[in-house]
């Protein structure tokens, strides 16, 4: 059975940096494109970045480029999302993806991808 748990999230201060992680268990993911979504209250999922199979391409929504960087270790099947200057609007509940499908990123949208984590929630105080 194909588990993914994130962990990492937690309120902190605008400004501060916080590392999110993703391990997959269940089978190996390192053929896989992964993928971190998130989703704030009222609010629909939406992509925050993604990274290919090998590690050596990255794509990176408007909101994140500049102060998140995605990486992933295929040795221990888990994904990271380091998250610098940390503002309240990226408050919301983060998940980490997994497409099945693919060793590249095809694309932004959630249904792409199959398997999802729990979410773990991010909470960044003005």
């Known amino acids: 059975q194909v588990q993914l748990v994130e962990s990492g999230g937690g309120l902190v201060q605008a400004g501060d940096s916080l590392r999110l992680s993703c391990a997959a268990s269940g089978r190996t993911f390192s053929t896989n494109a992964m993928a971190w979504f998130r989703q704030a209250p009222g609010k629909e999922r939406e992509f925050v970045a993604g990274i290919n199979w090998r590690g050596d391409f990255t794509q990176y929504a408007k909101s994140a480029k500049g102060r998140f960087t995605i990486s992933r270790d295929n040795t221990k099947n888990t994904e990271y999302l380091q998250m610098s200057s940390l503002k309240p609007e990226d408050t919301a509940v983060y998940y980490c993806?997994?497409?099945?499908?693919?060793?590249?990123?095809?694309?932004?949208?959630?249904?792409?991808?199959?398997?999802w984590g729990q979410g773990t929630q991010v909470t960044v105080s003005s």
């Open positions: 993806a997994i497409d099945s499908g693919s060793a590249a990123i095809r694309g932004i949208t959630a249904n792409l991808y199959f398997y």
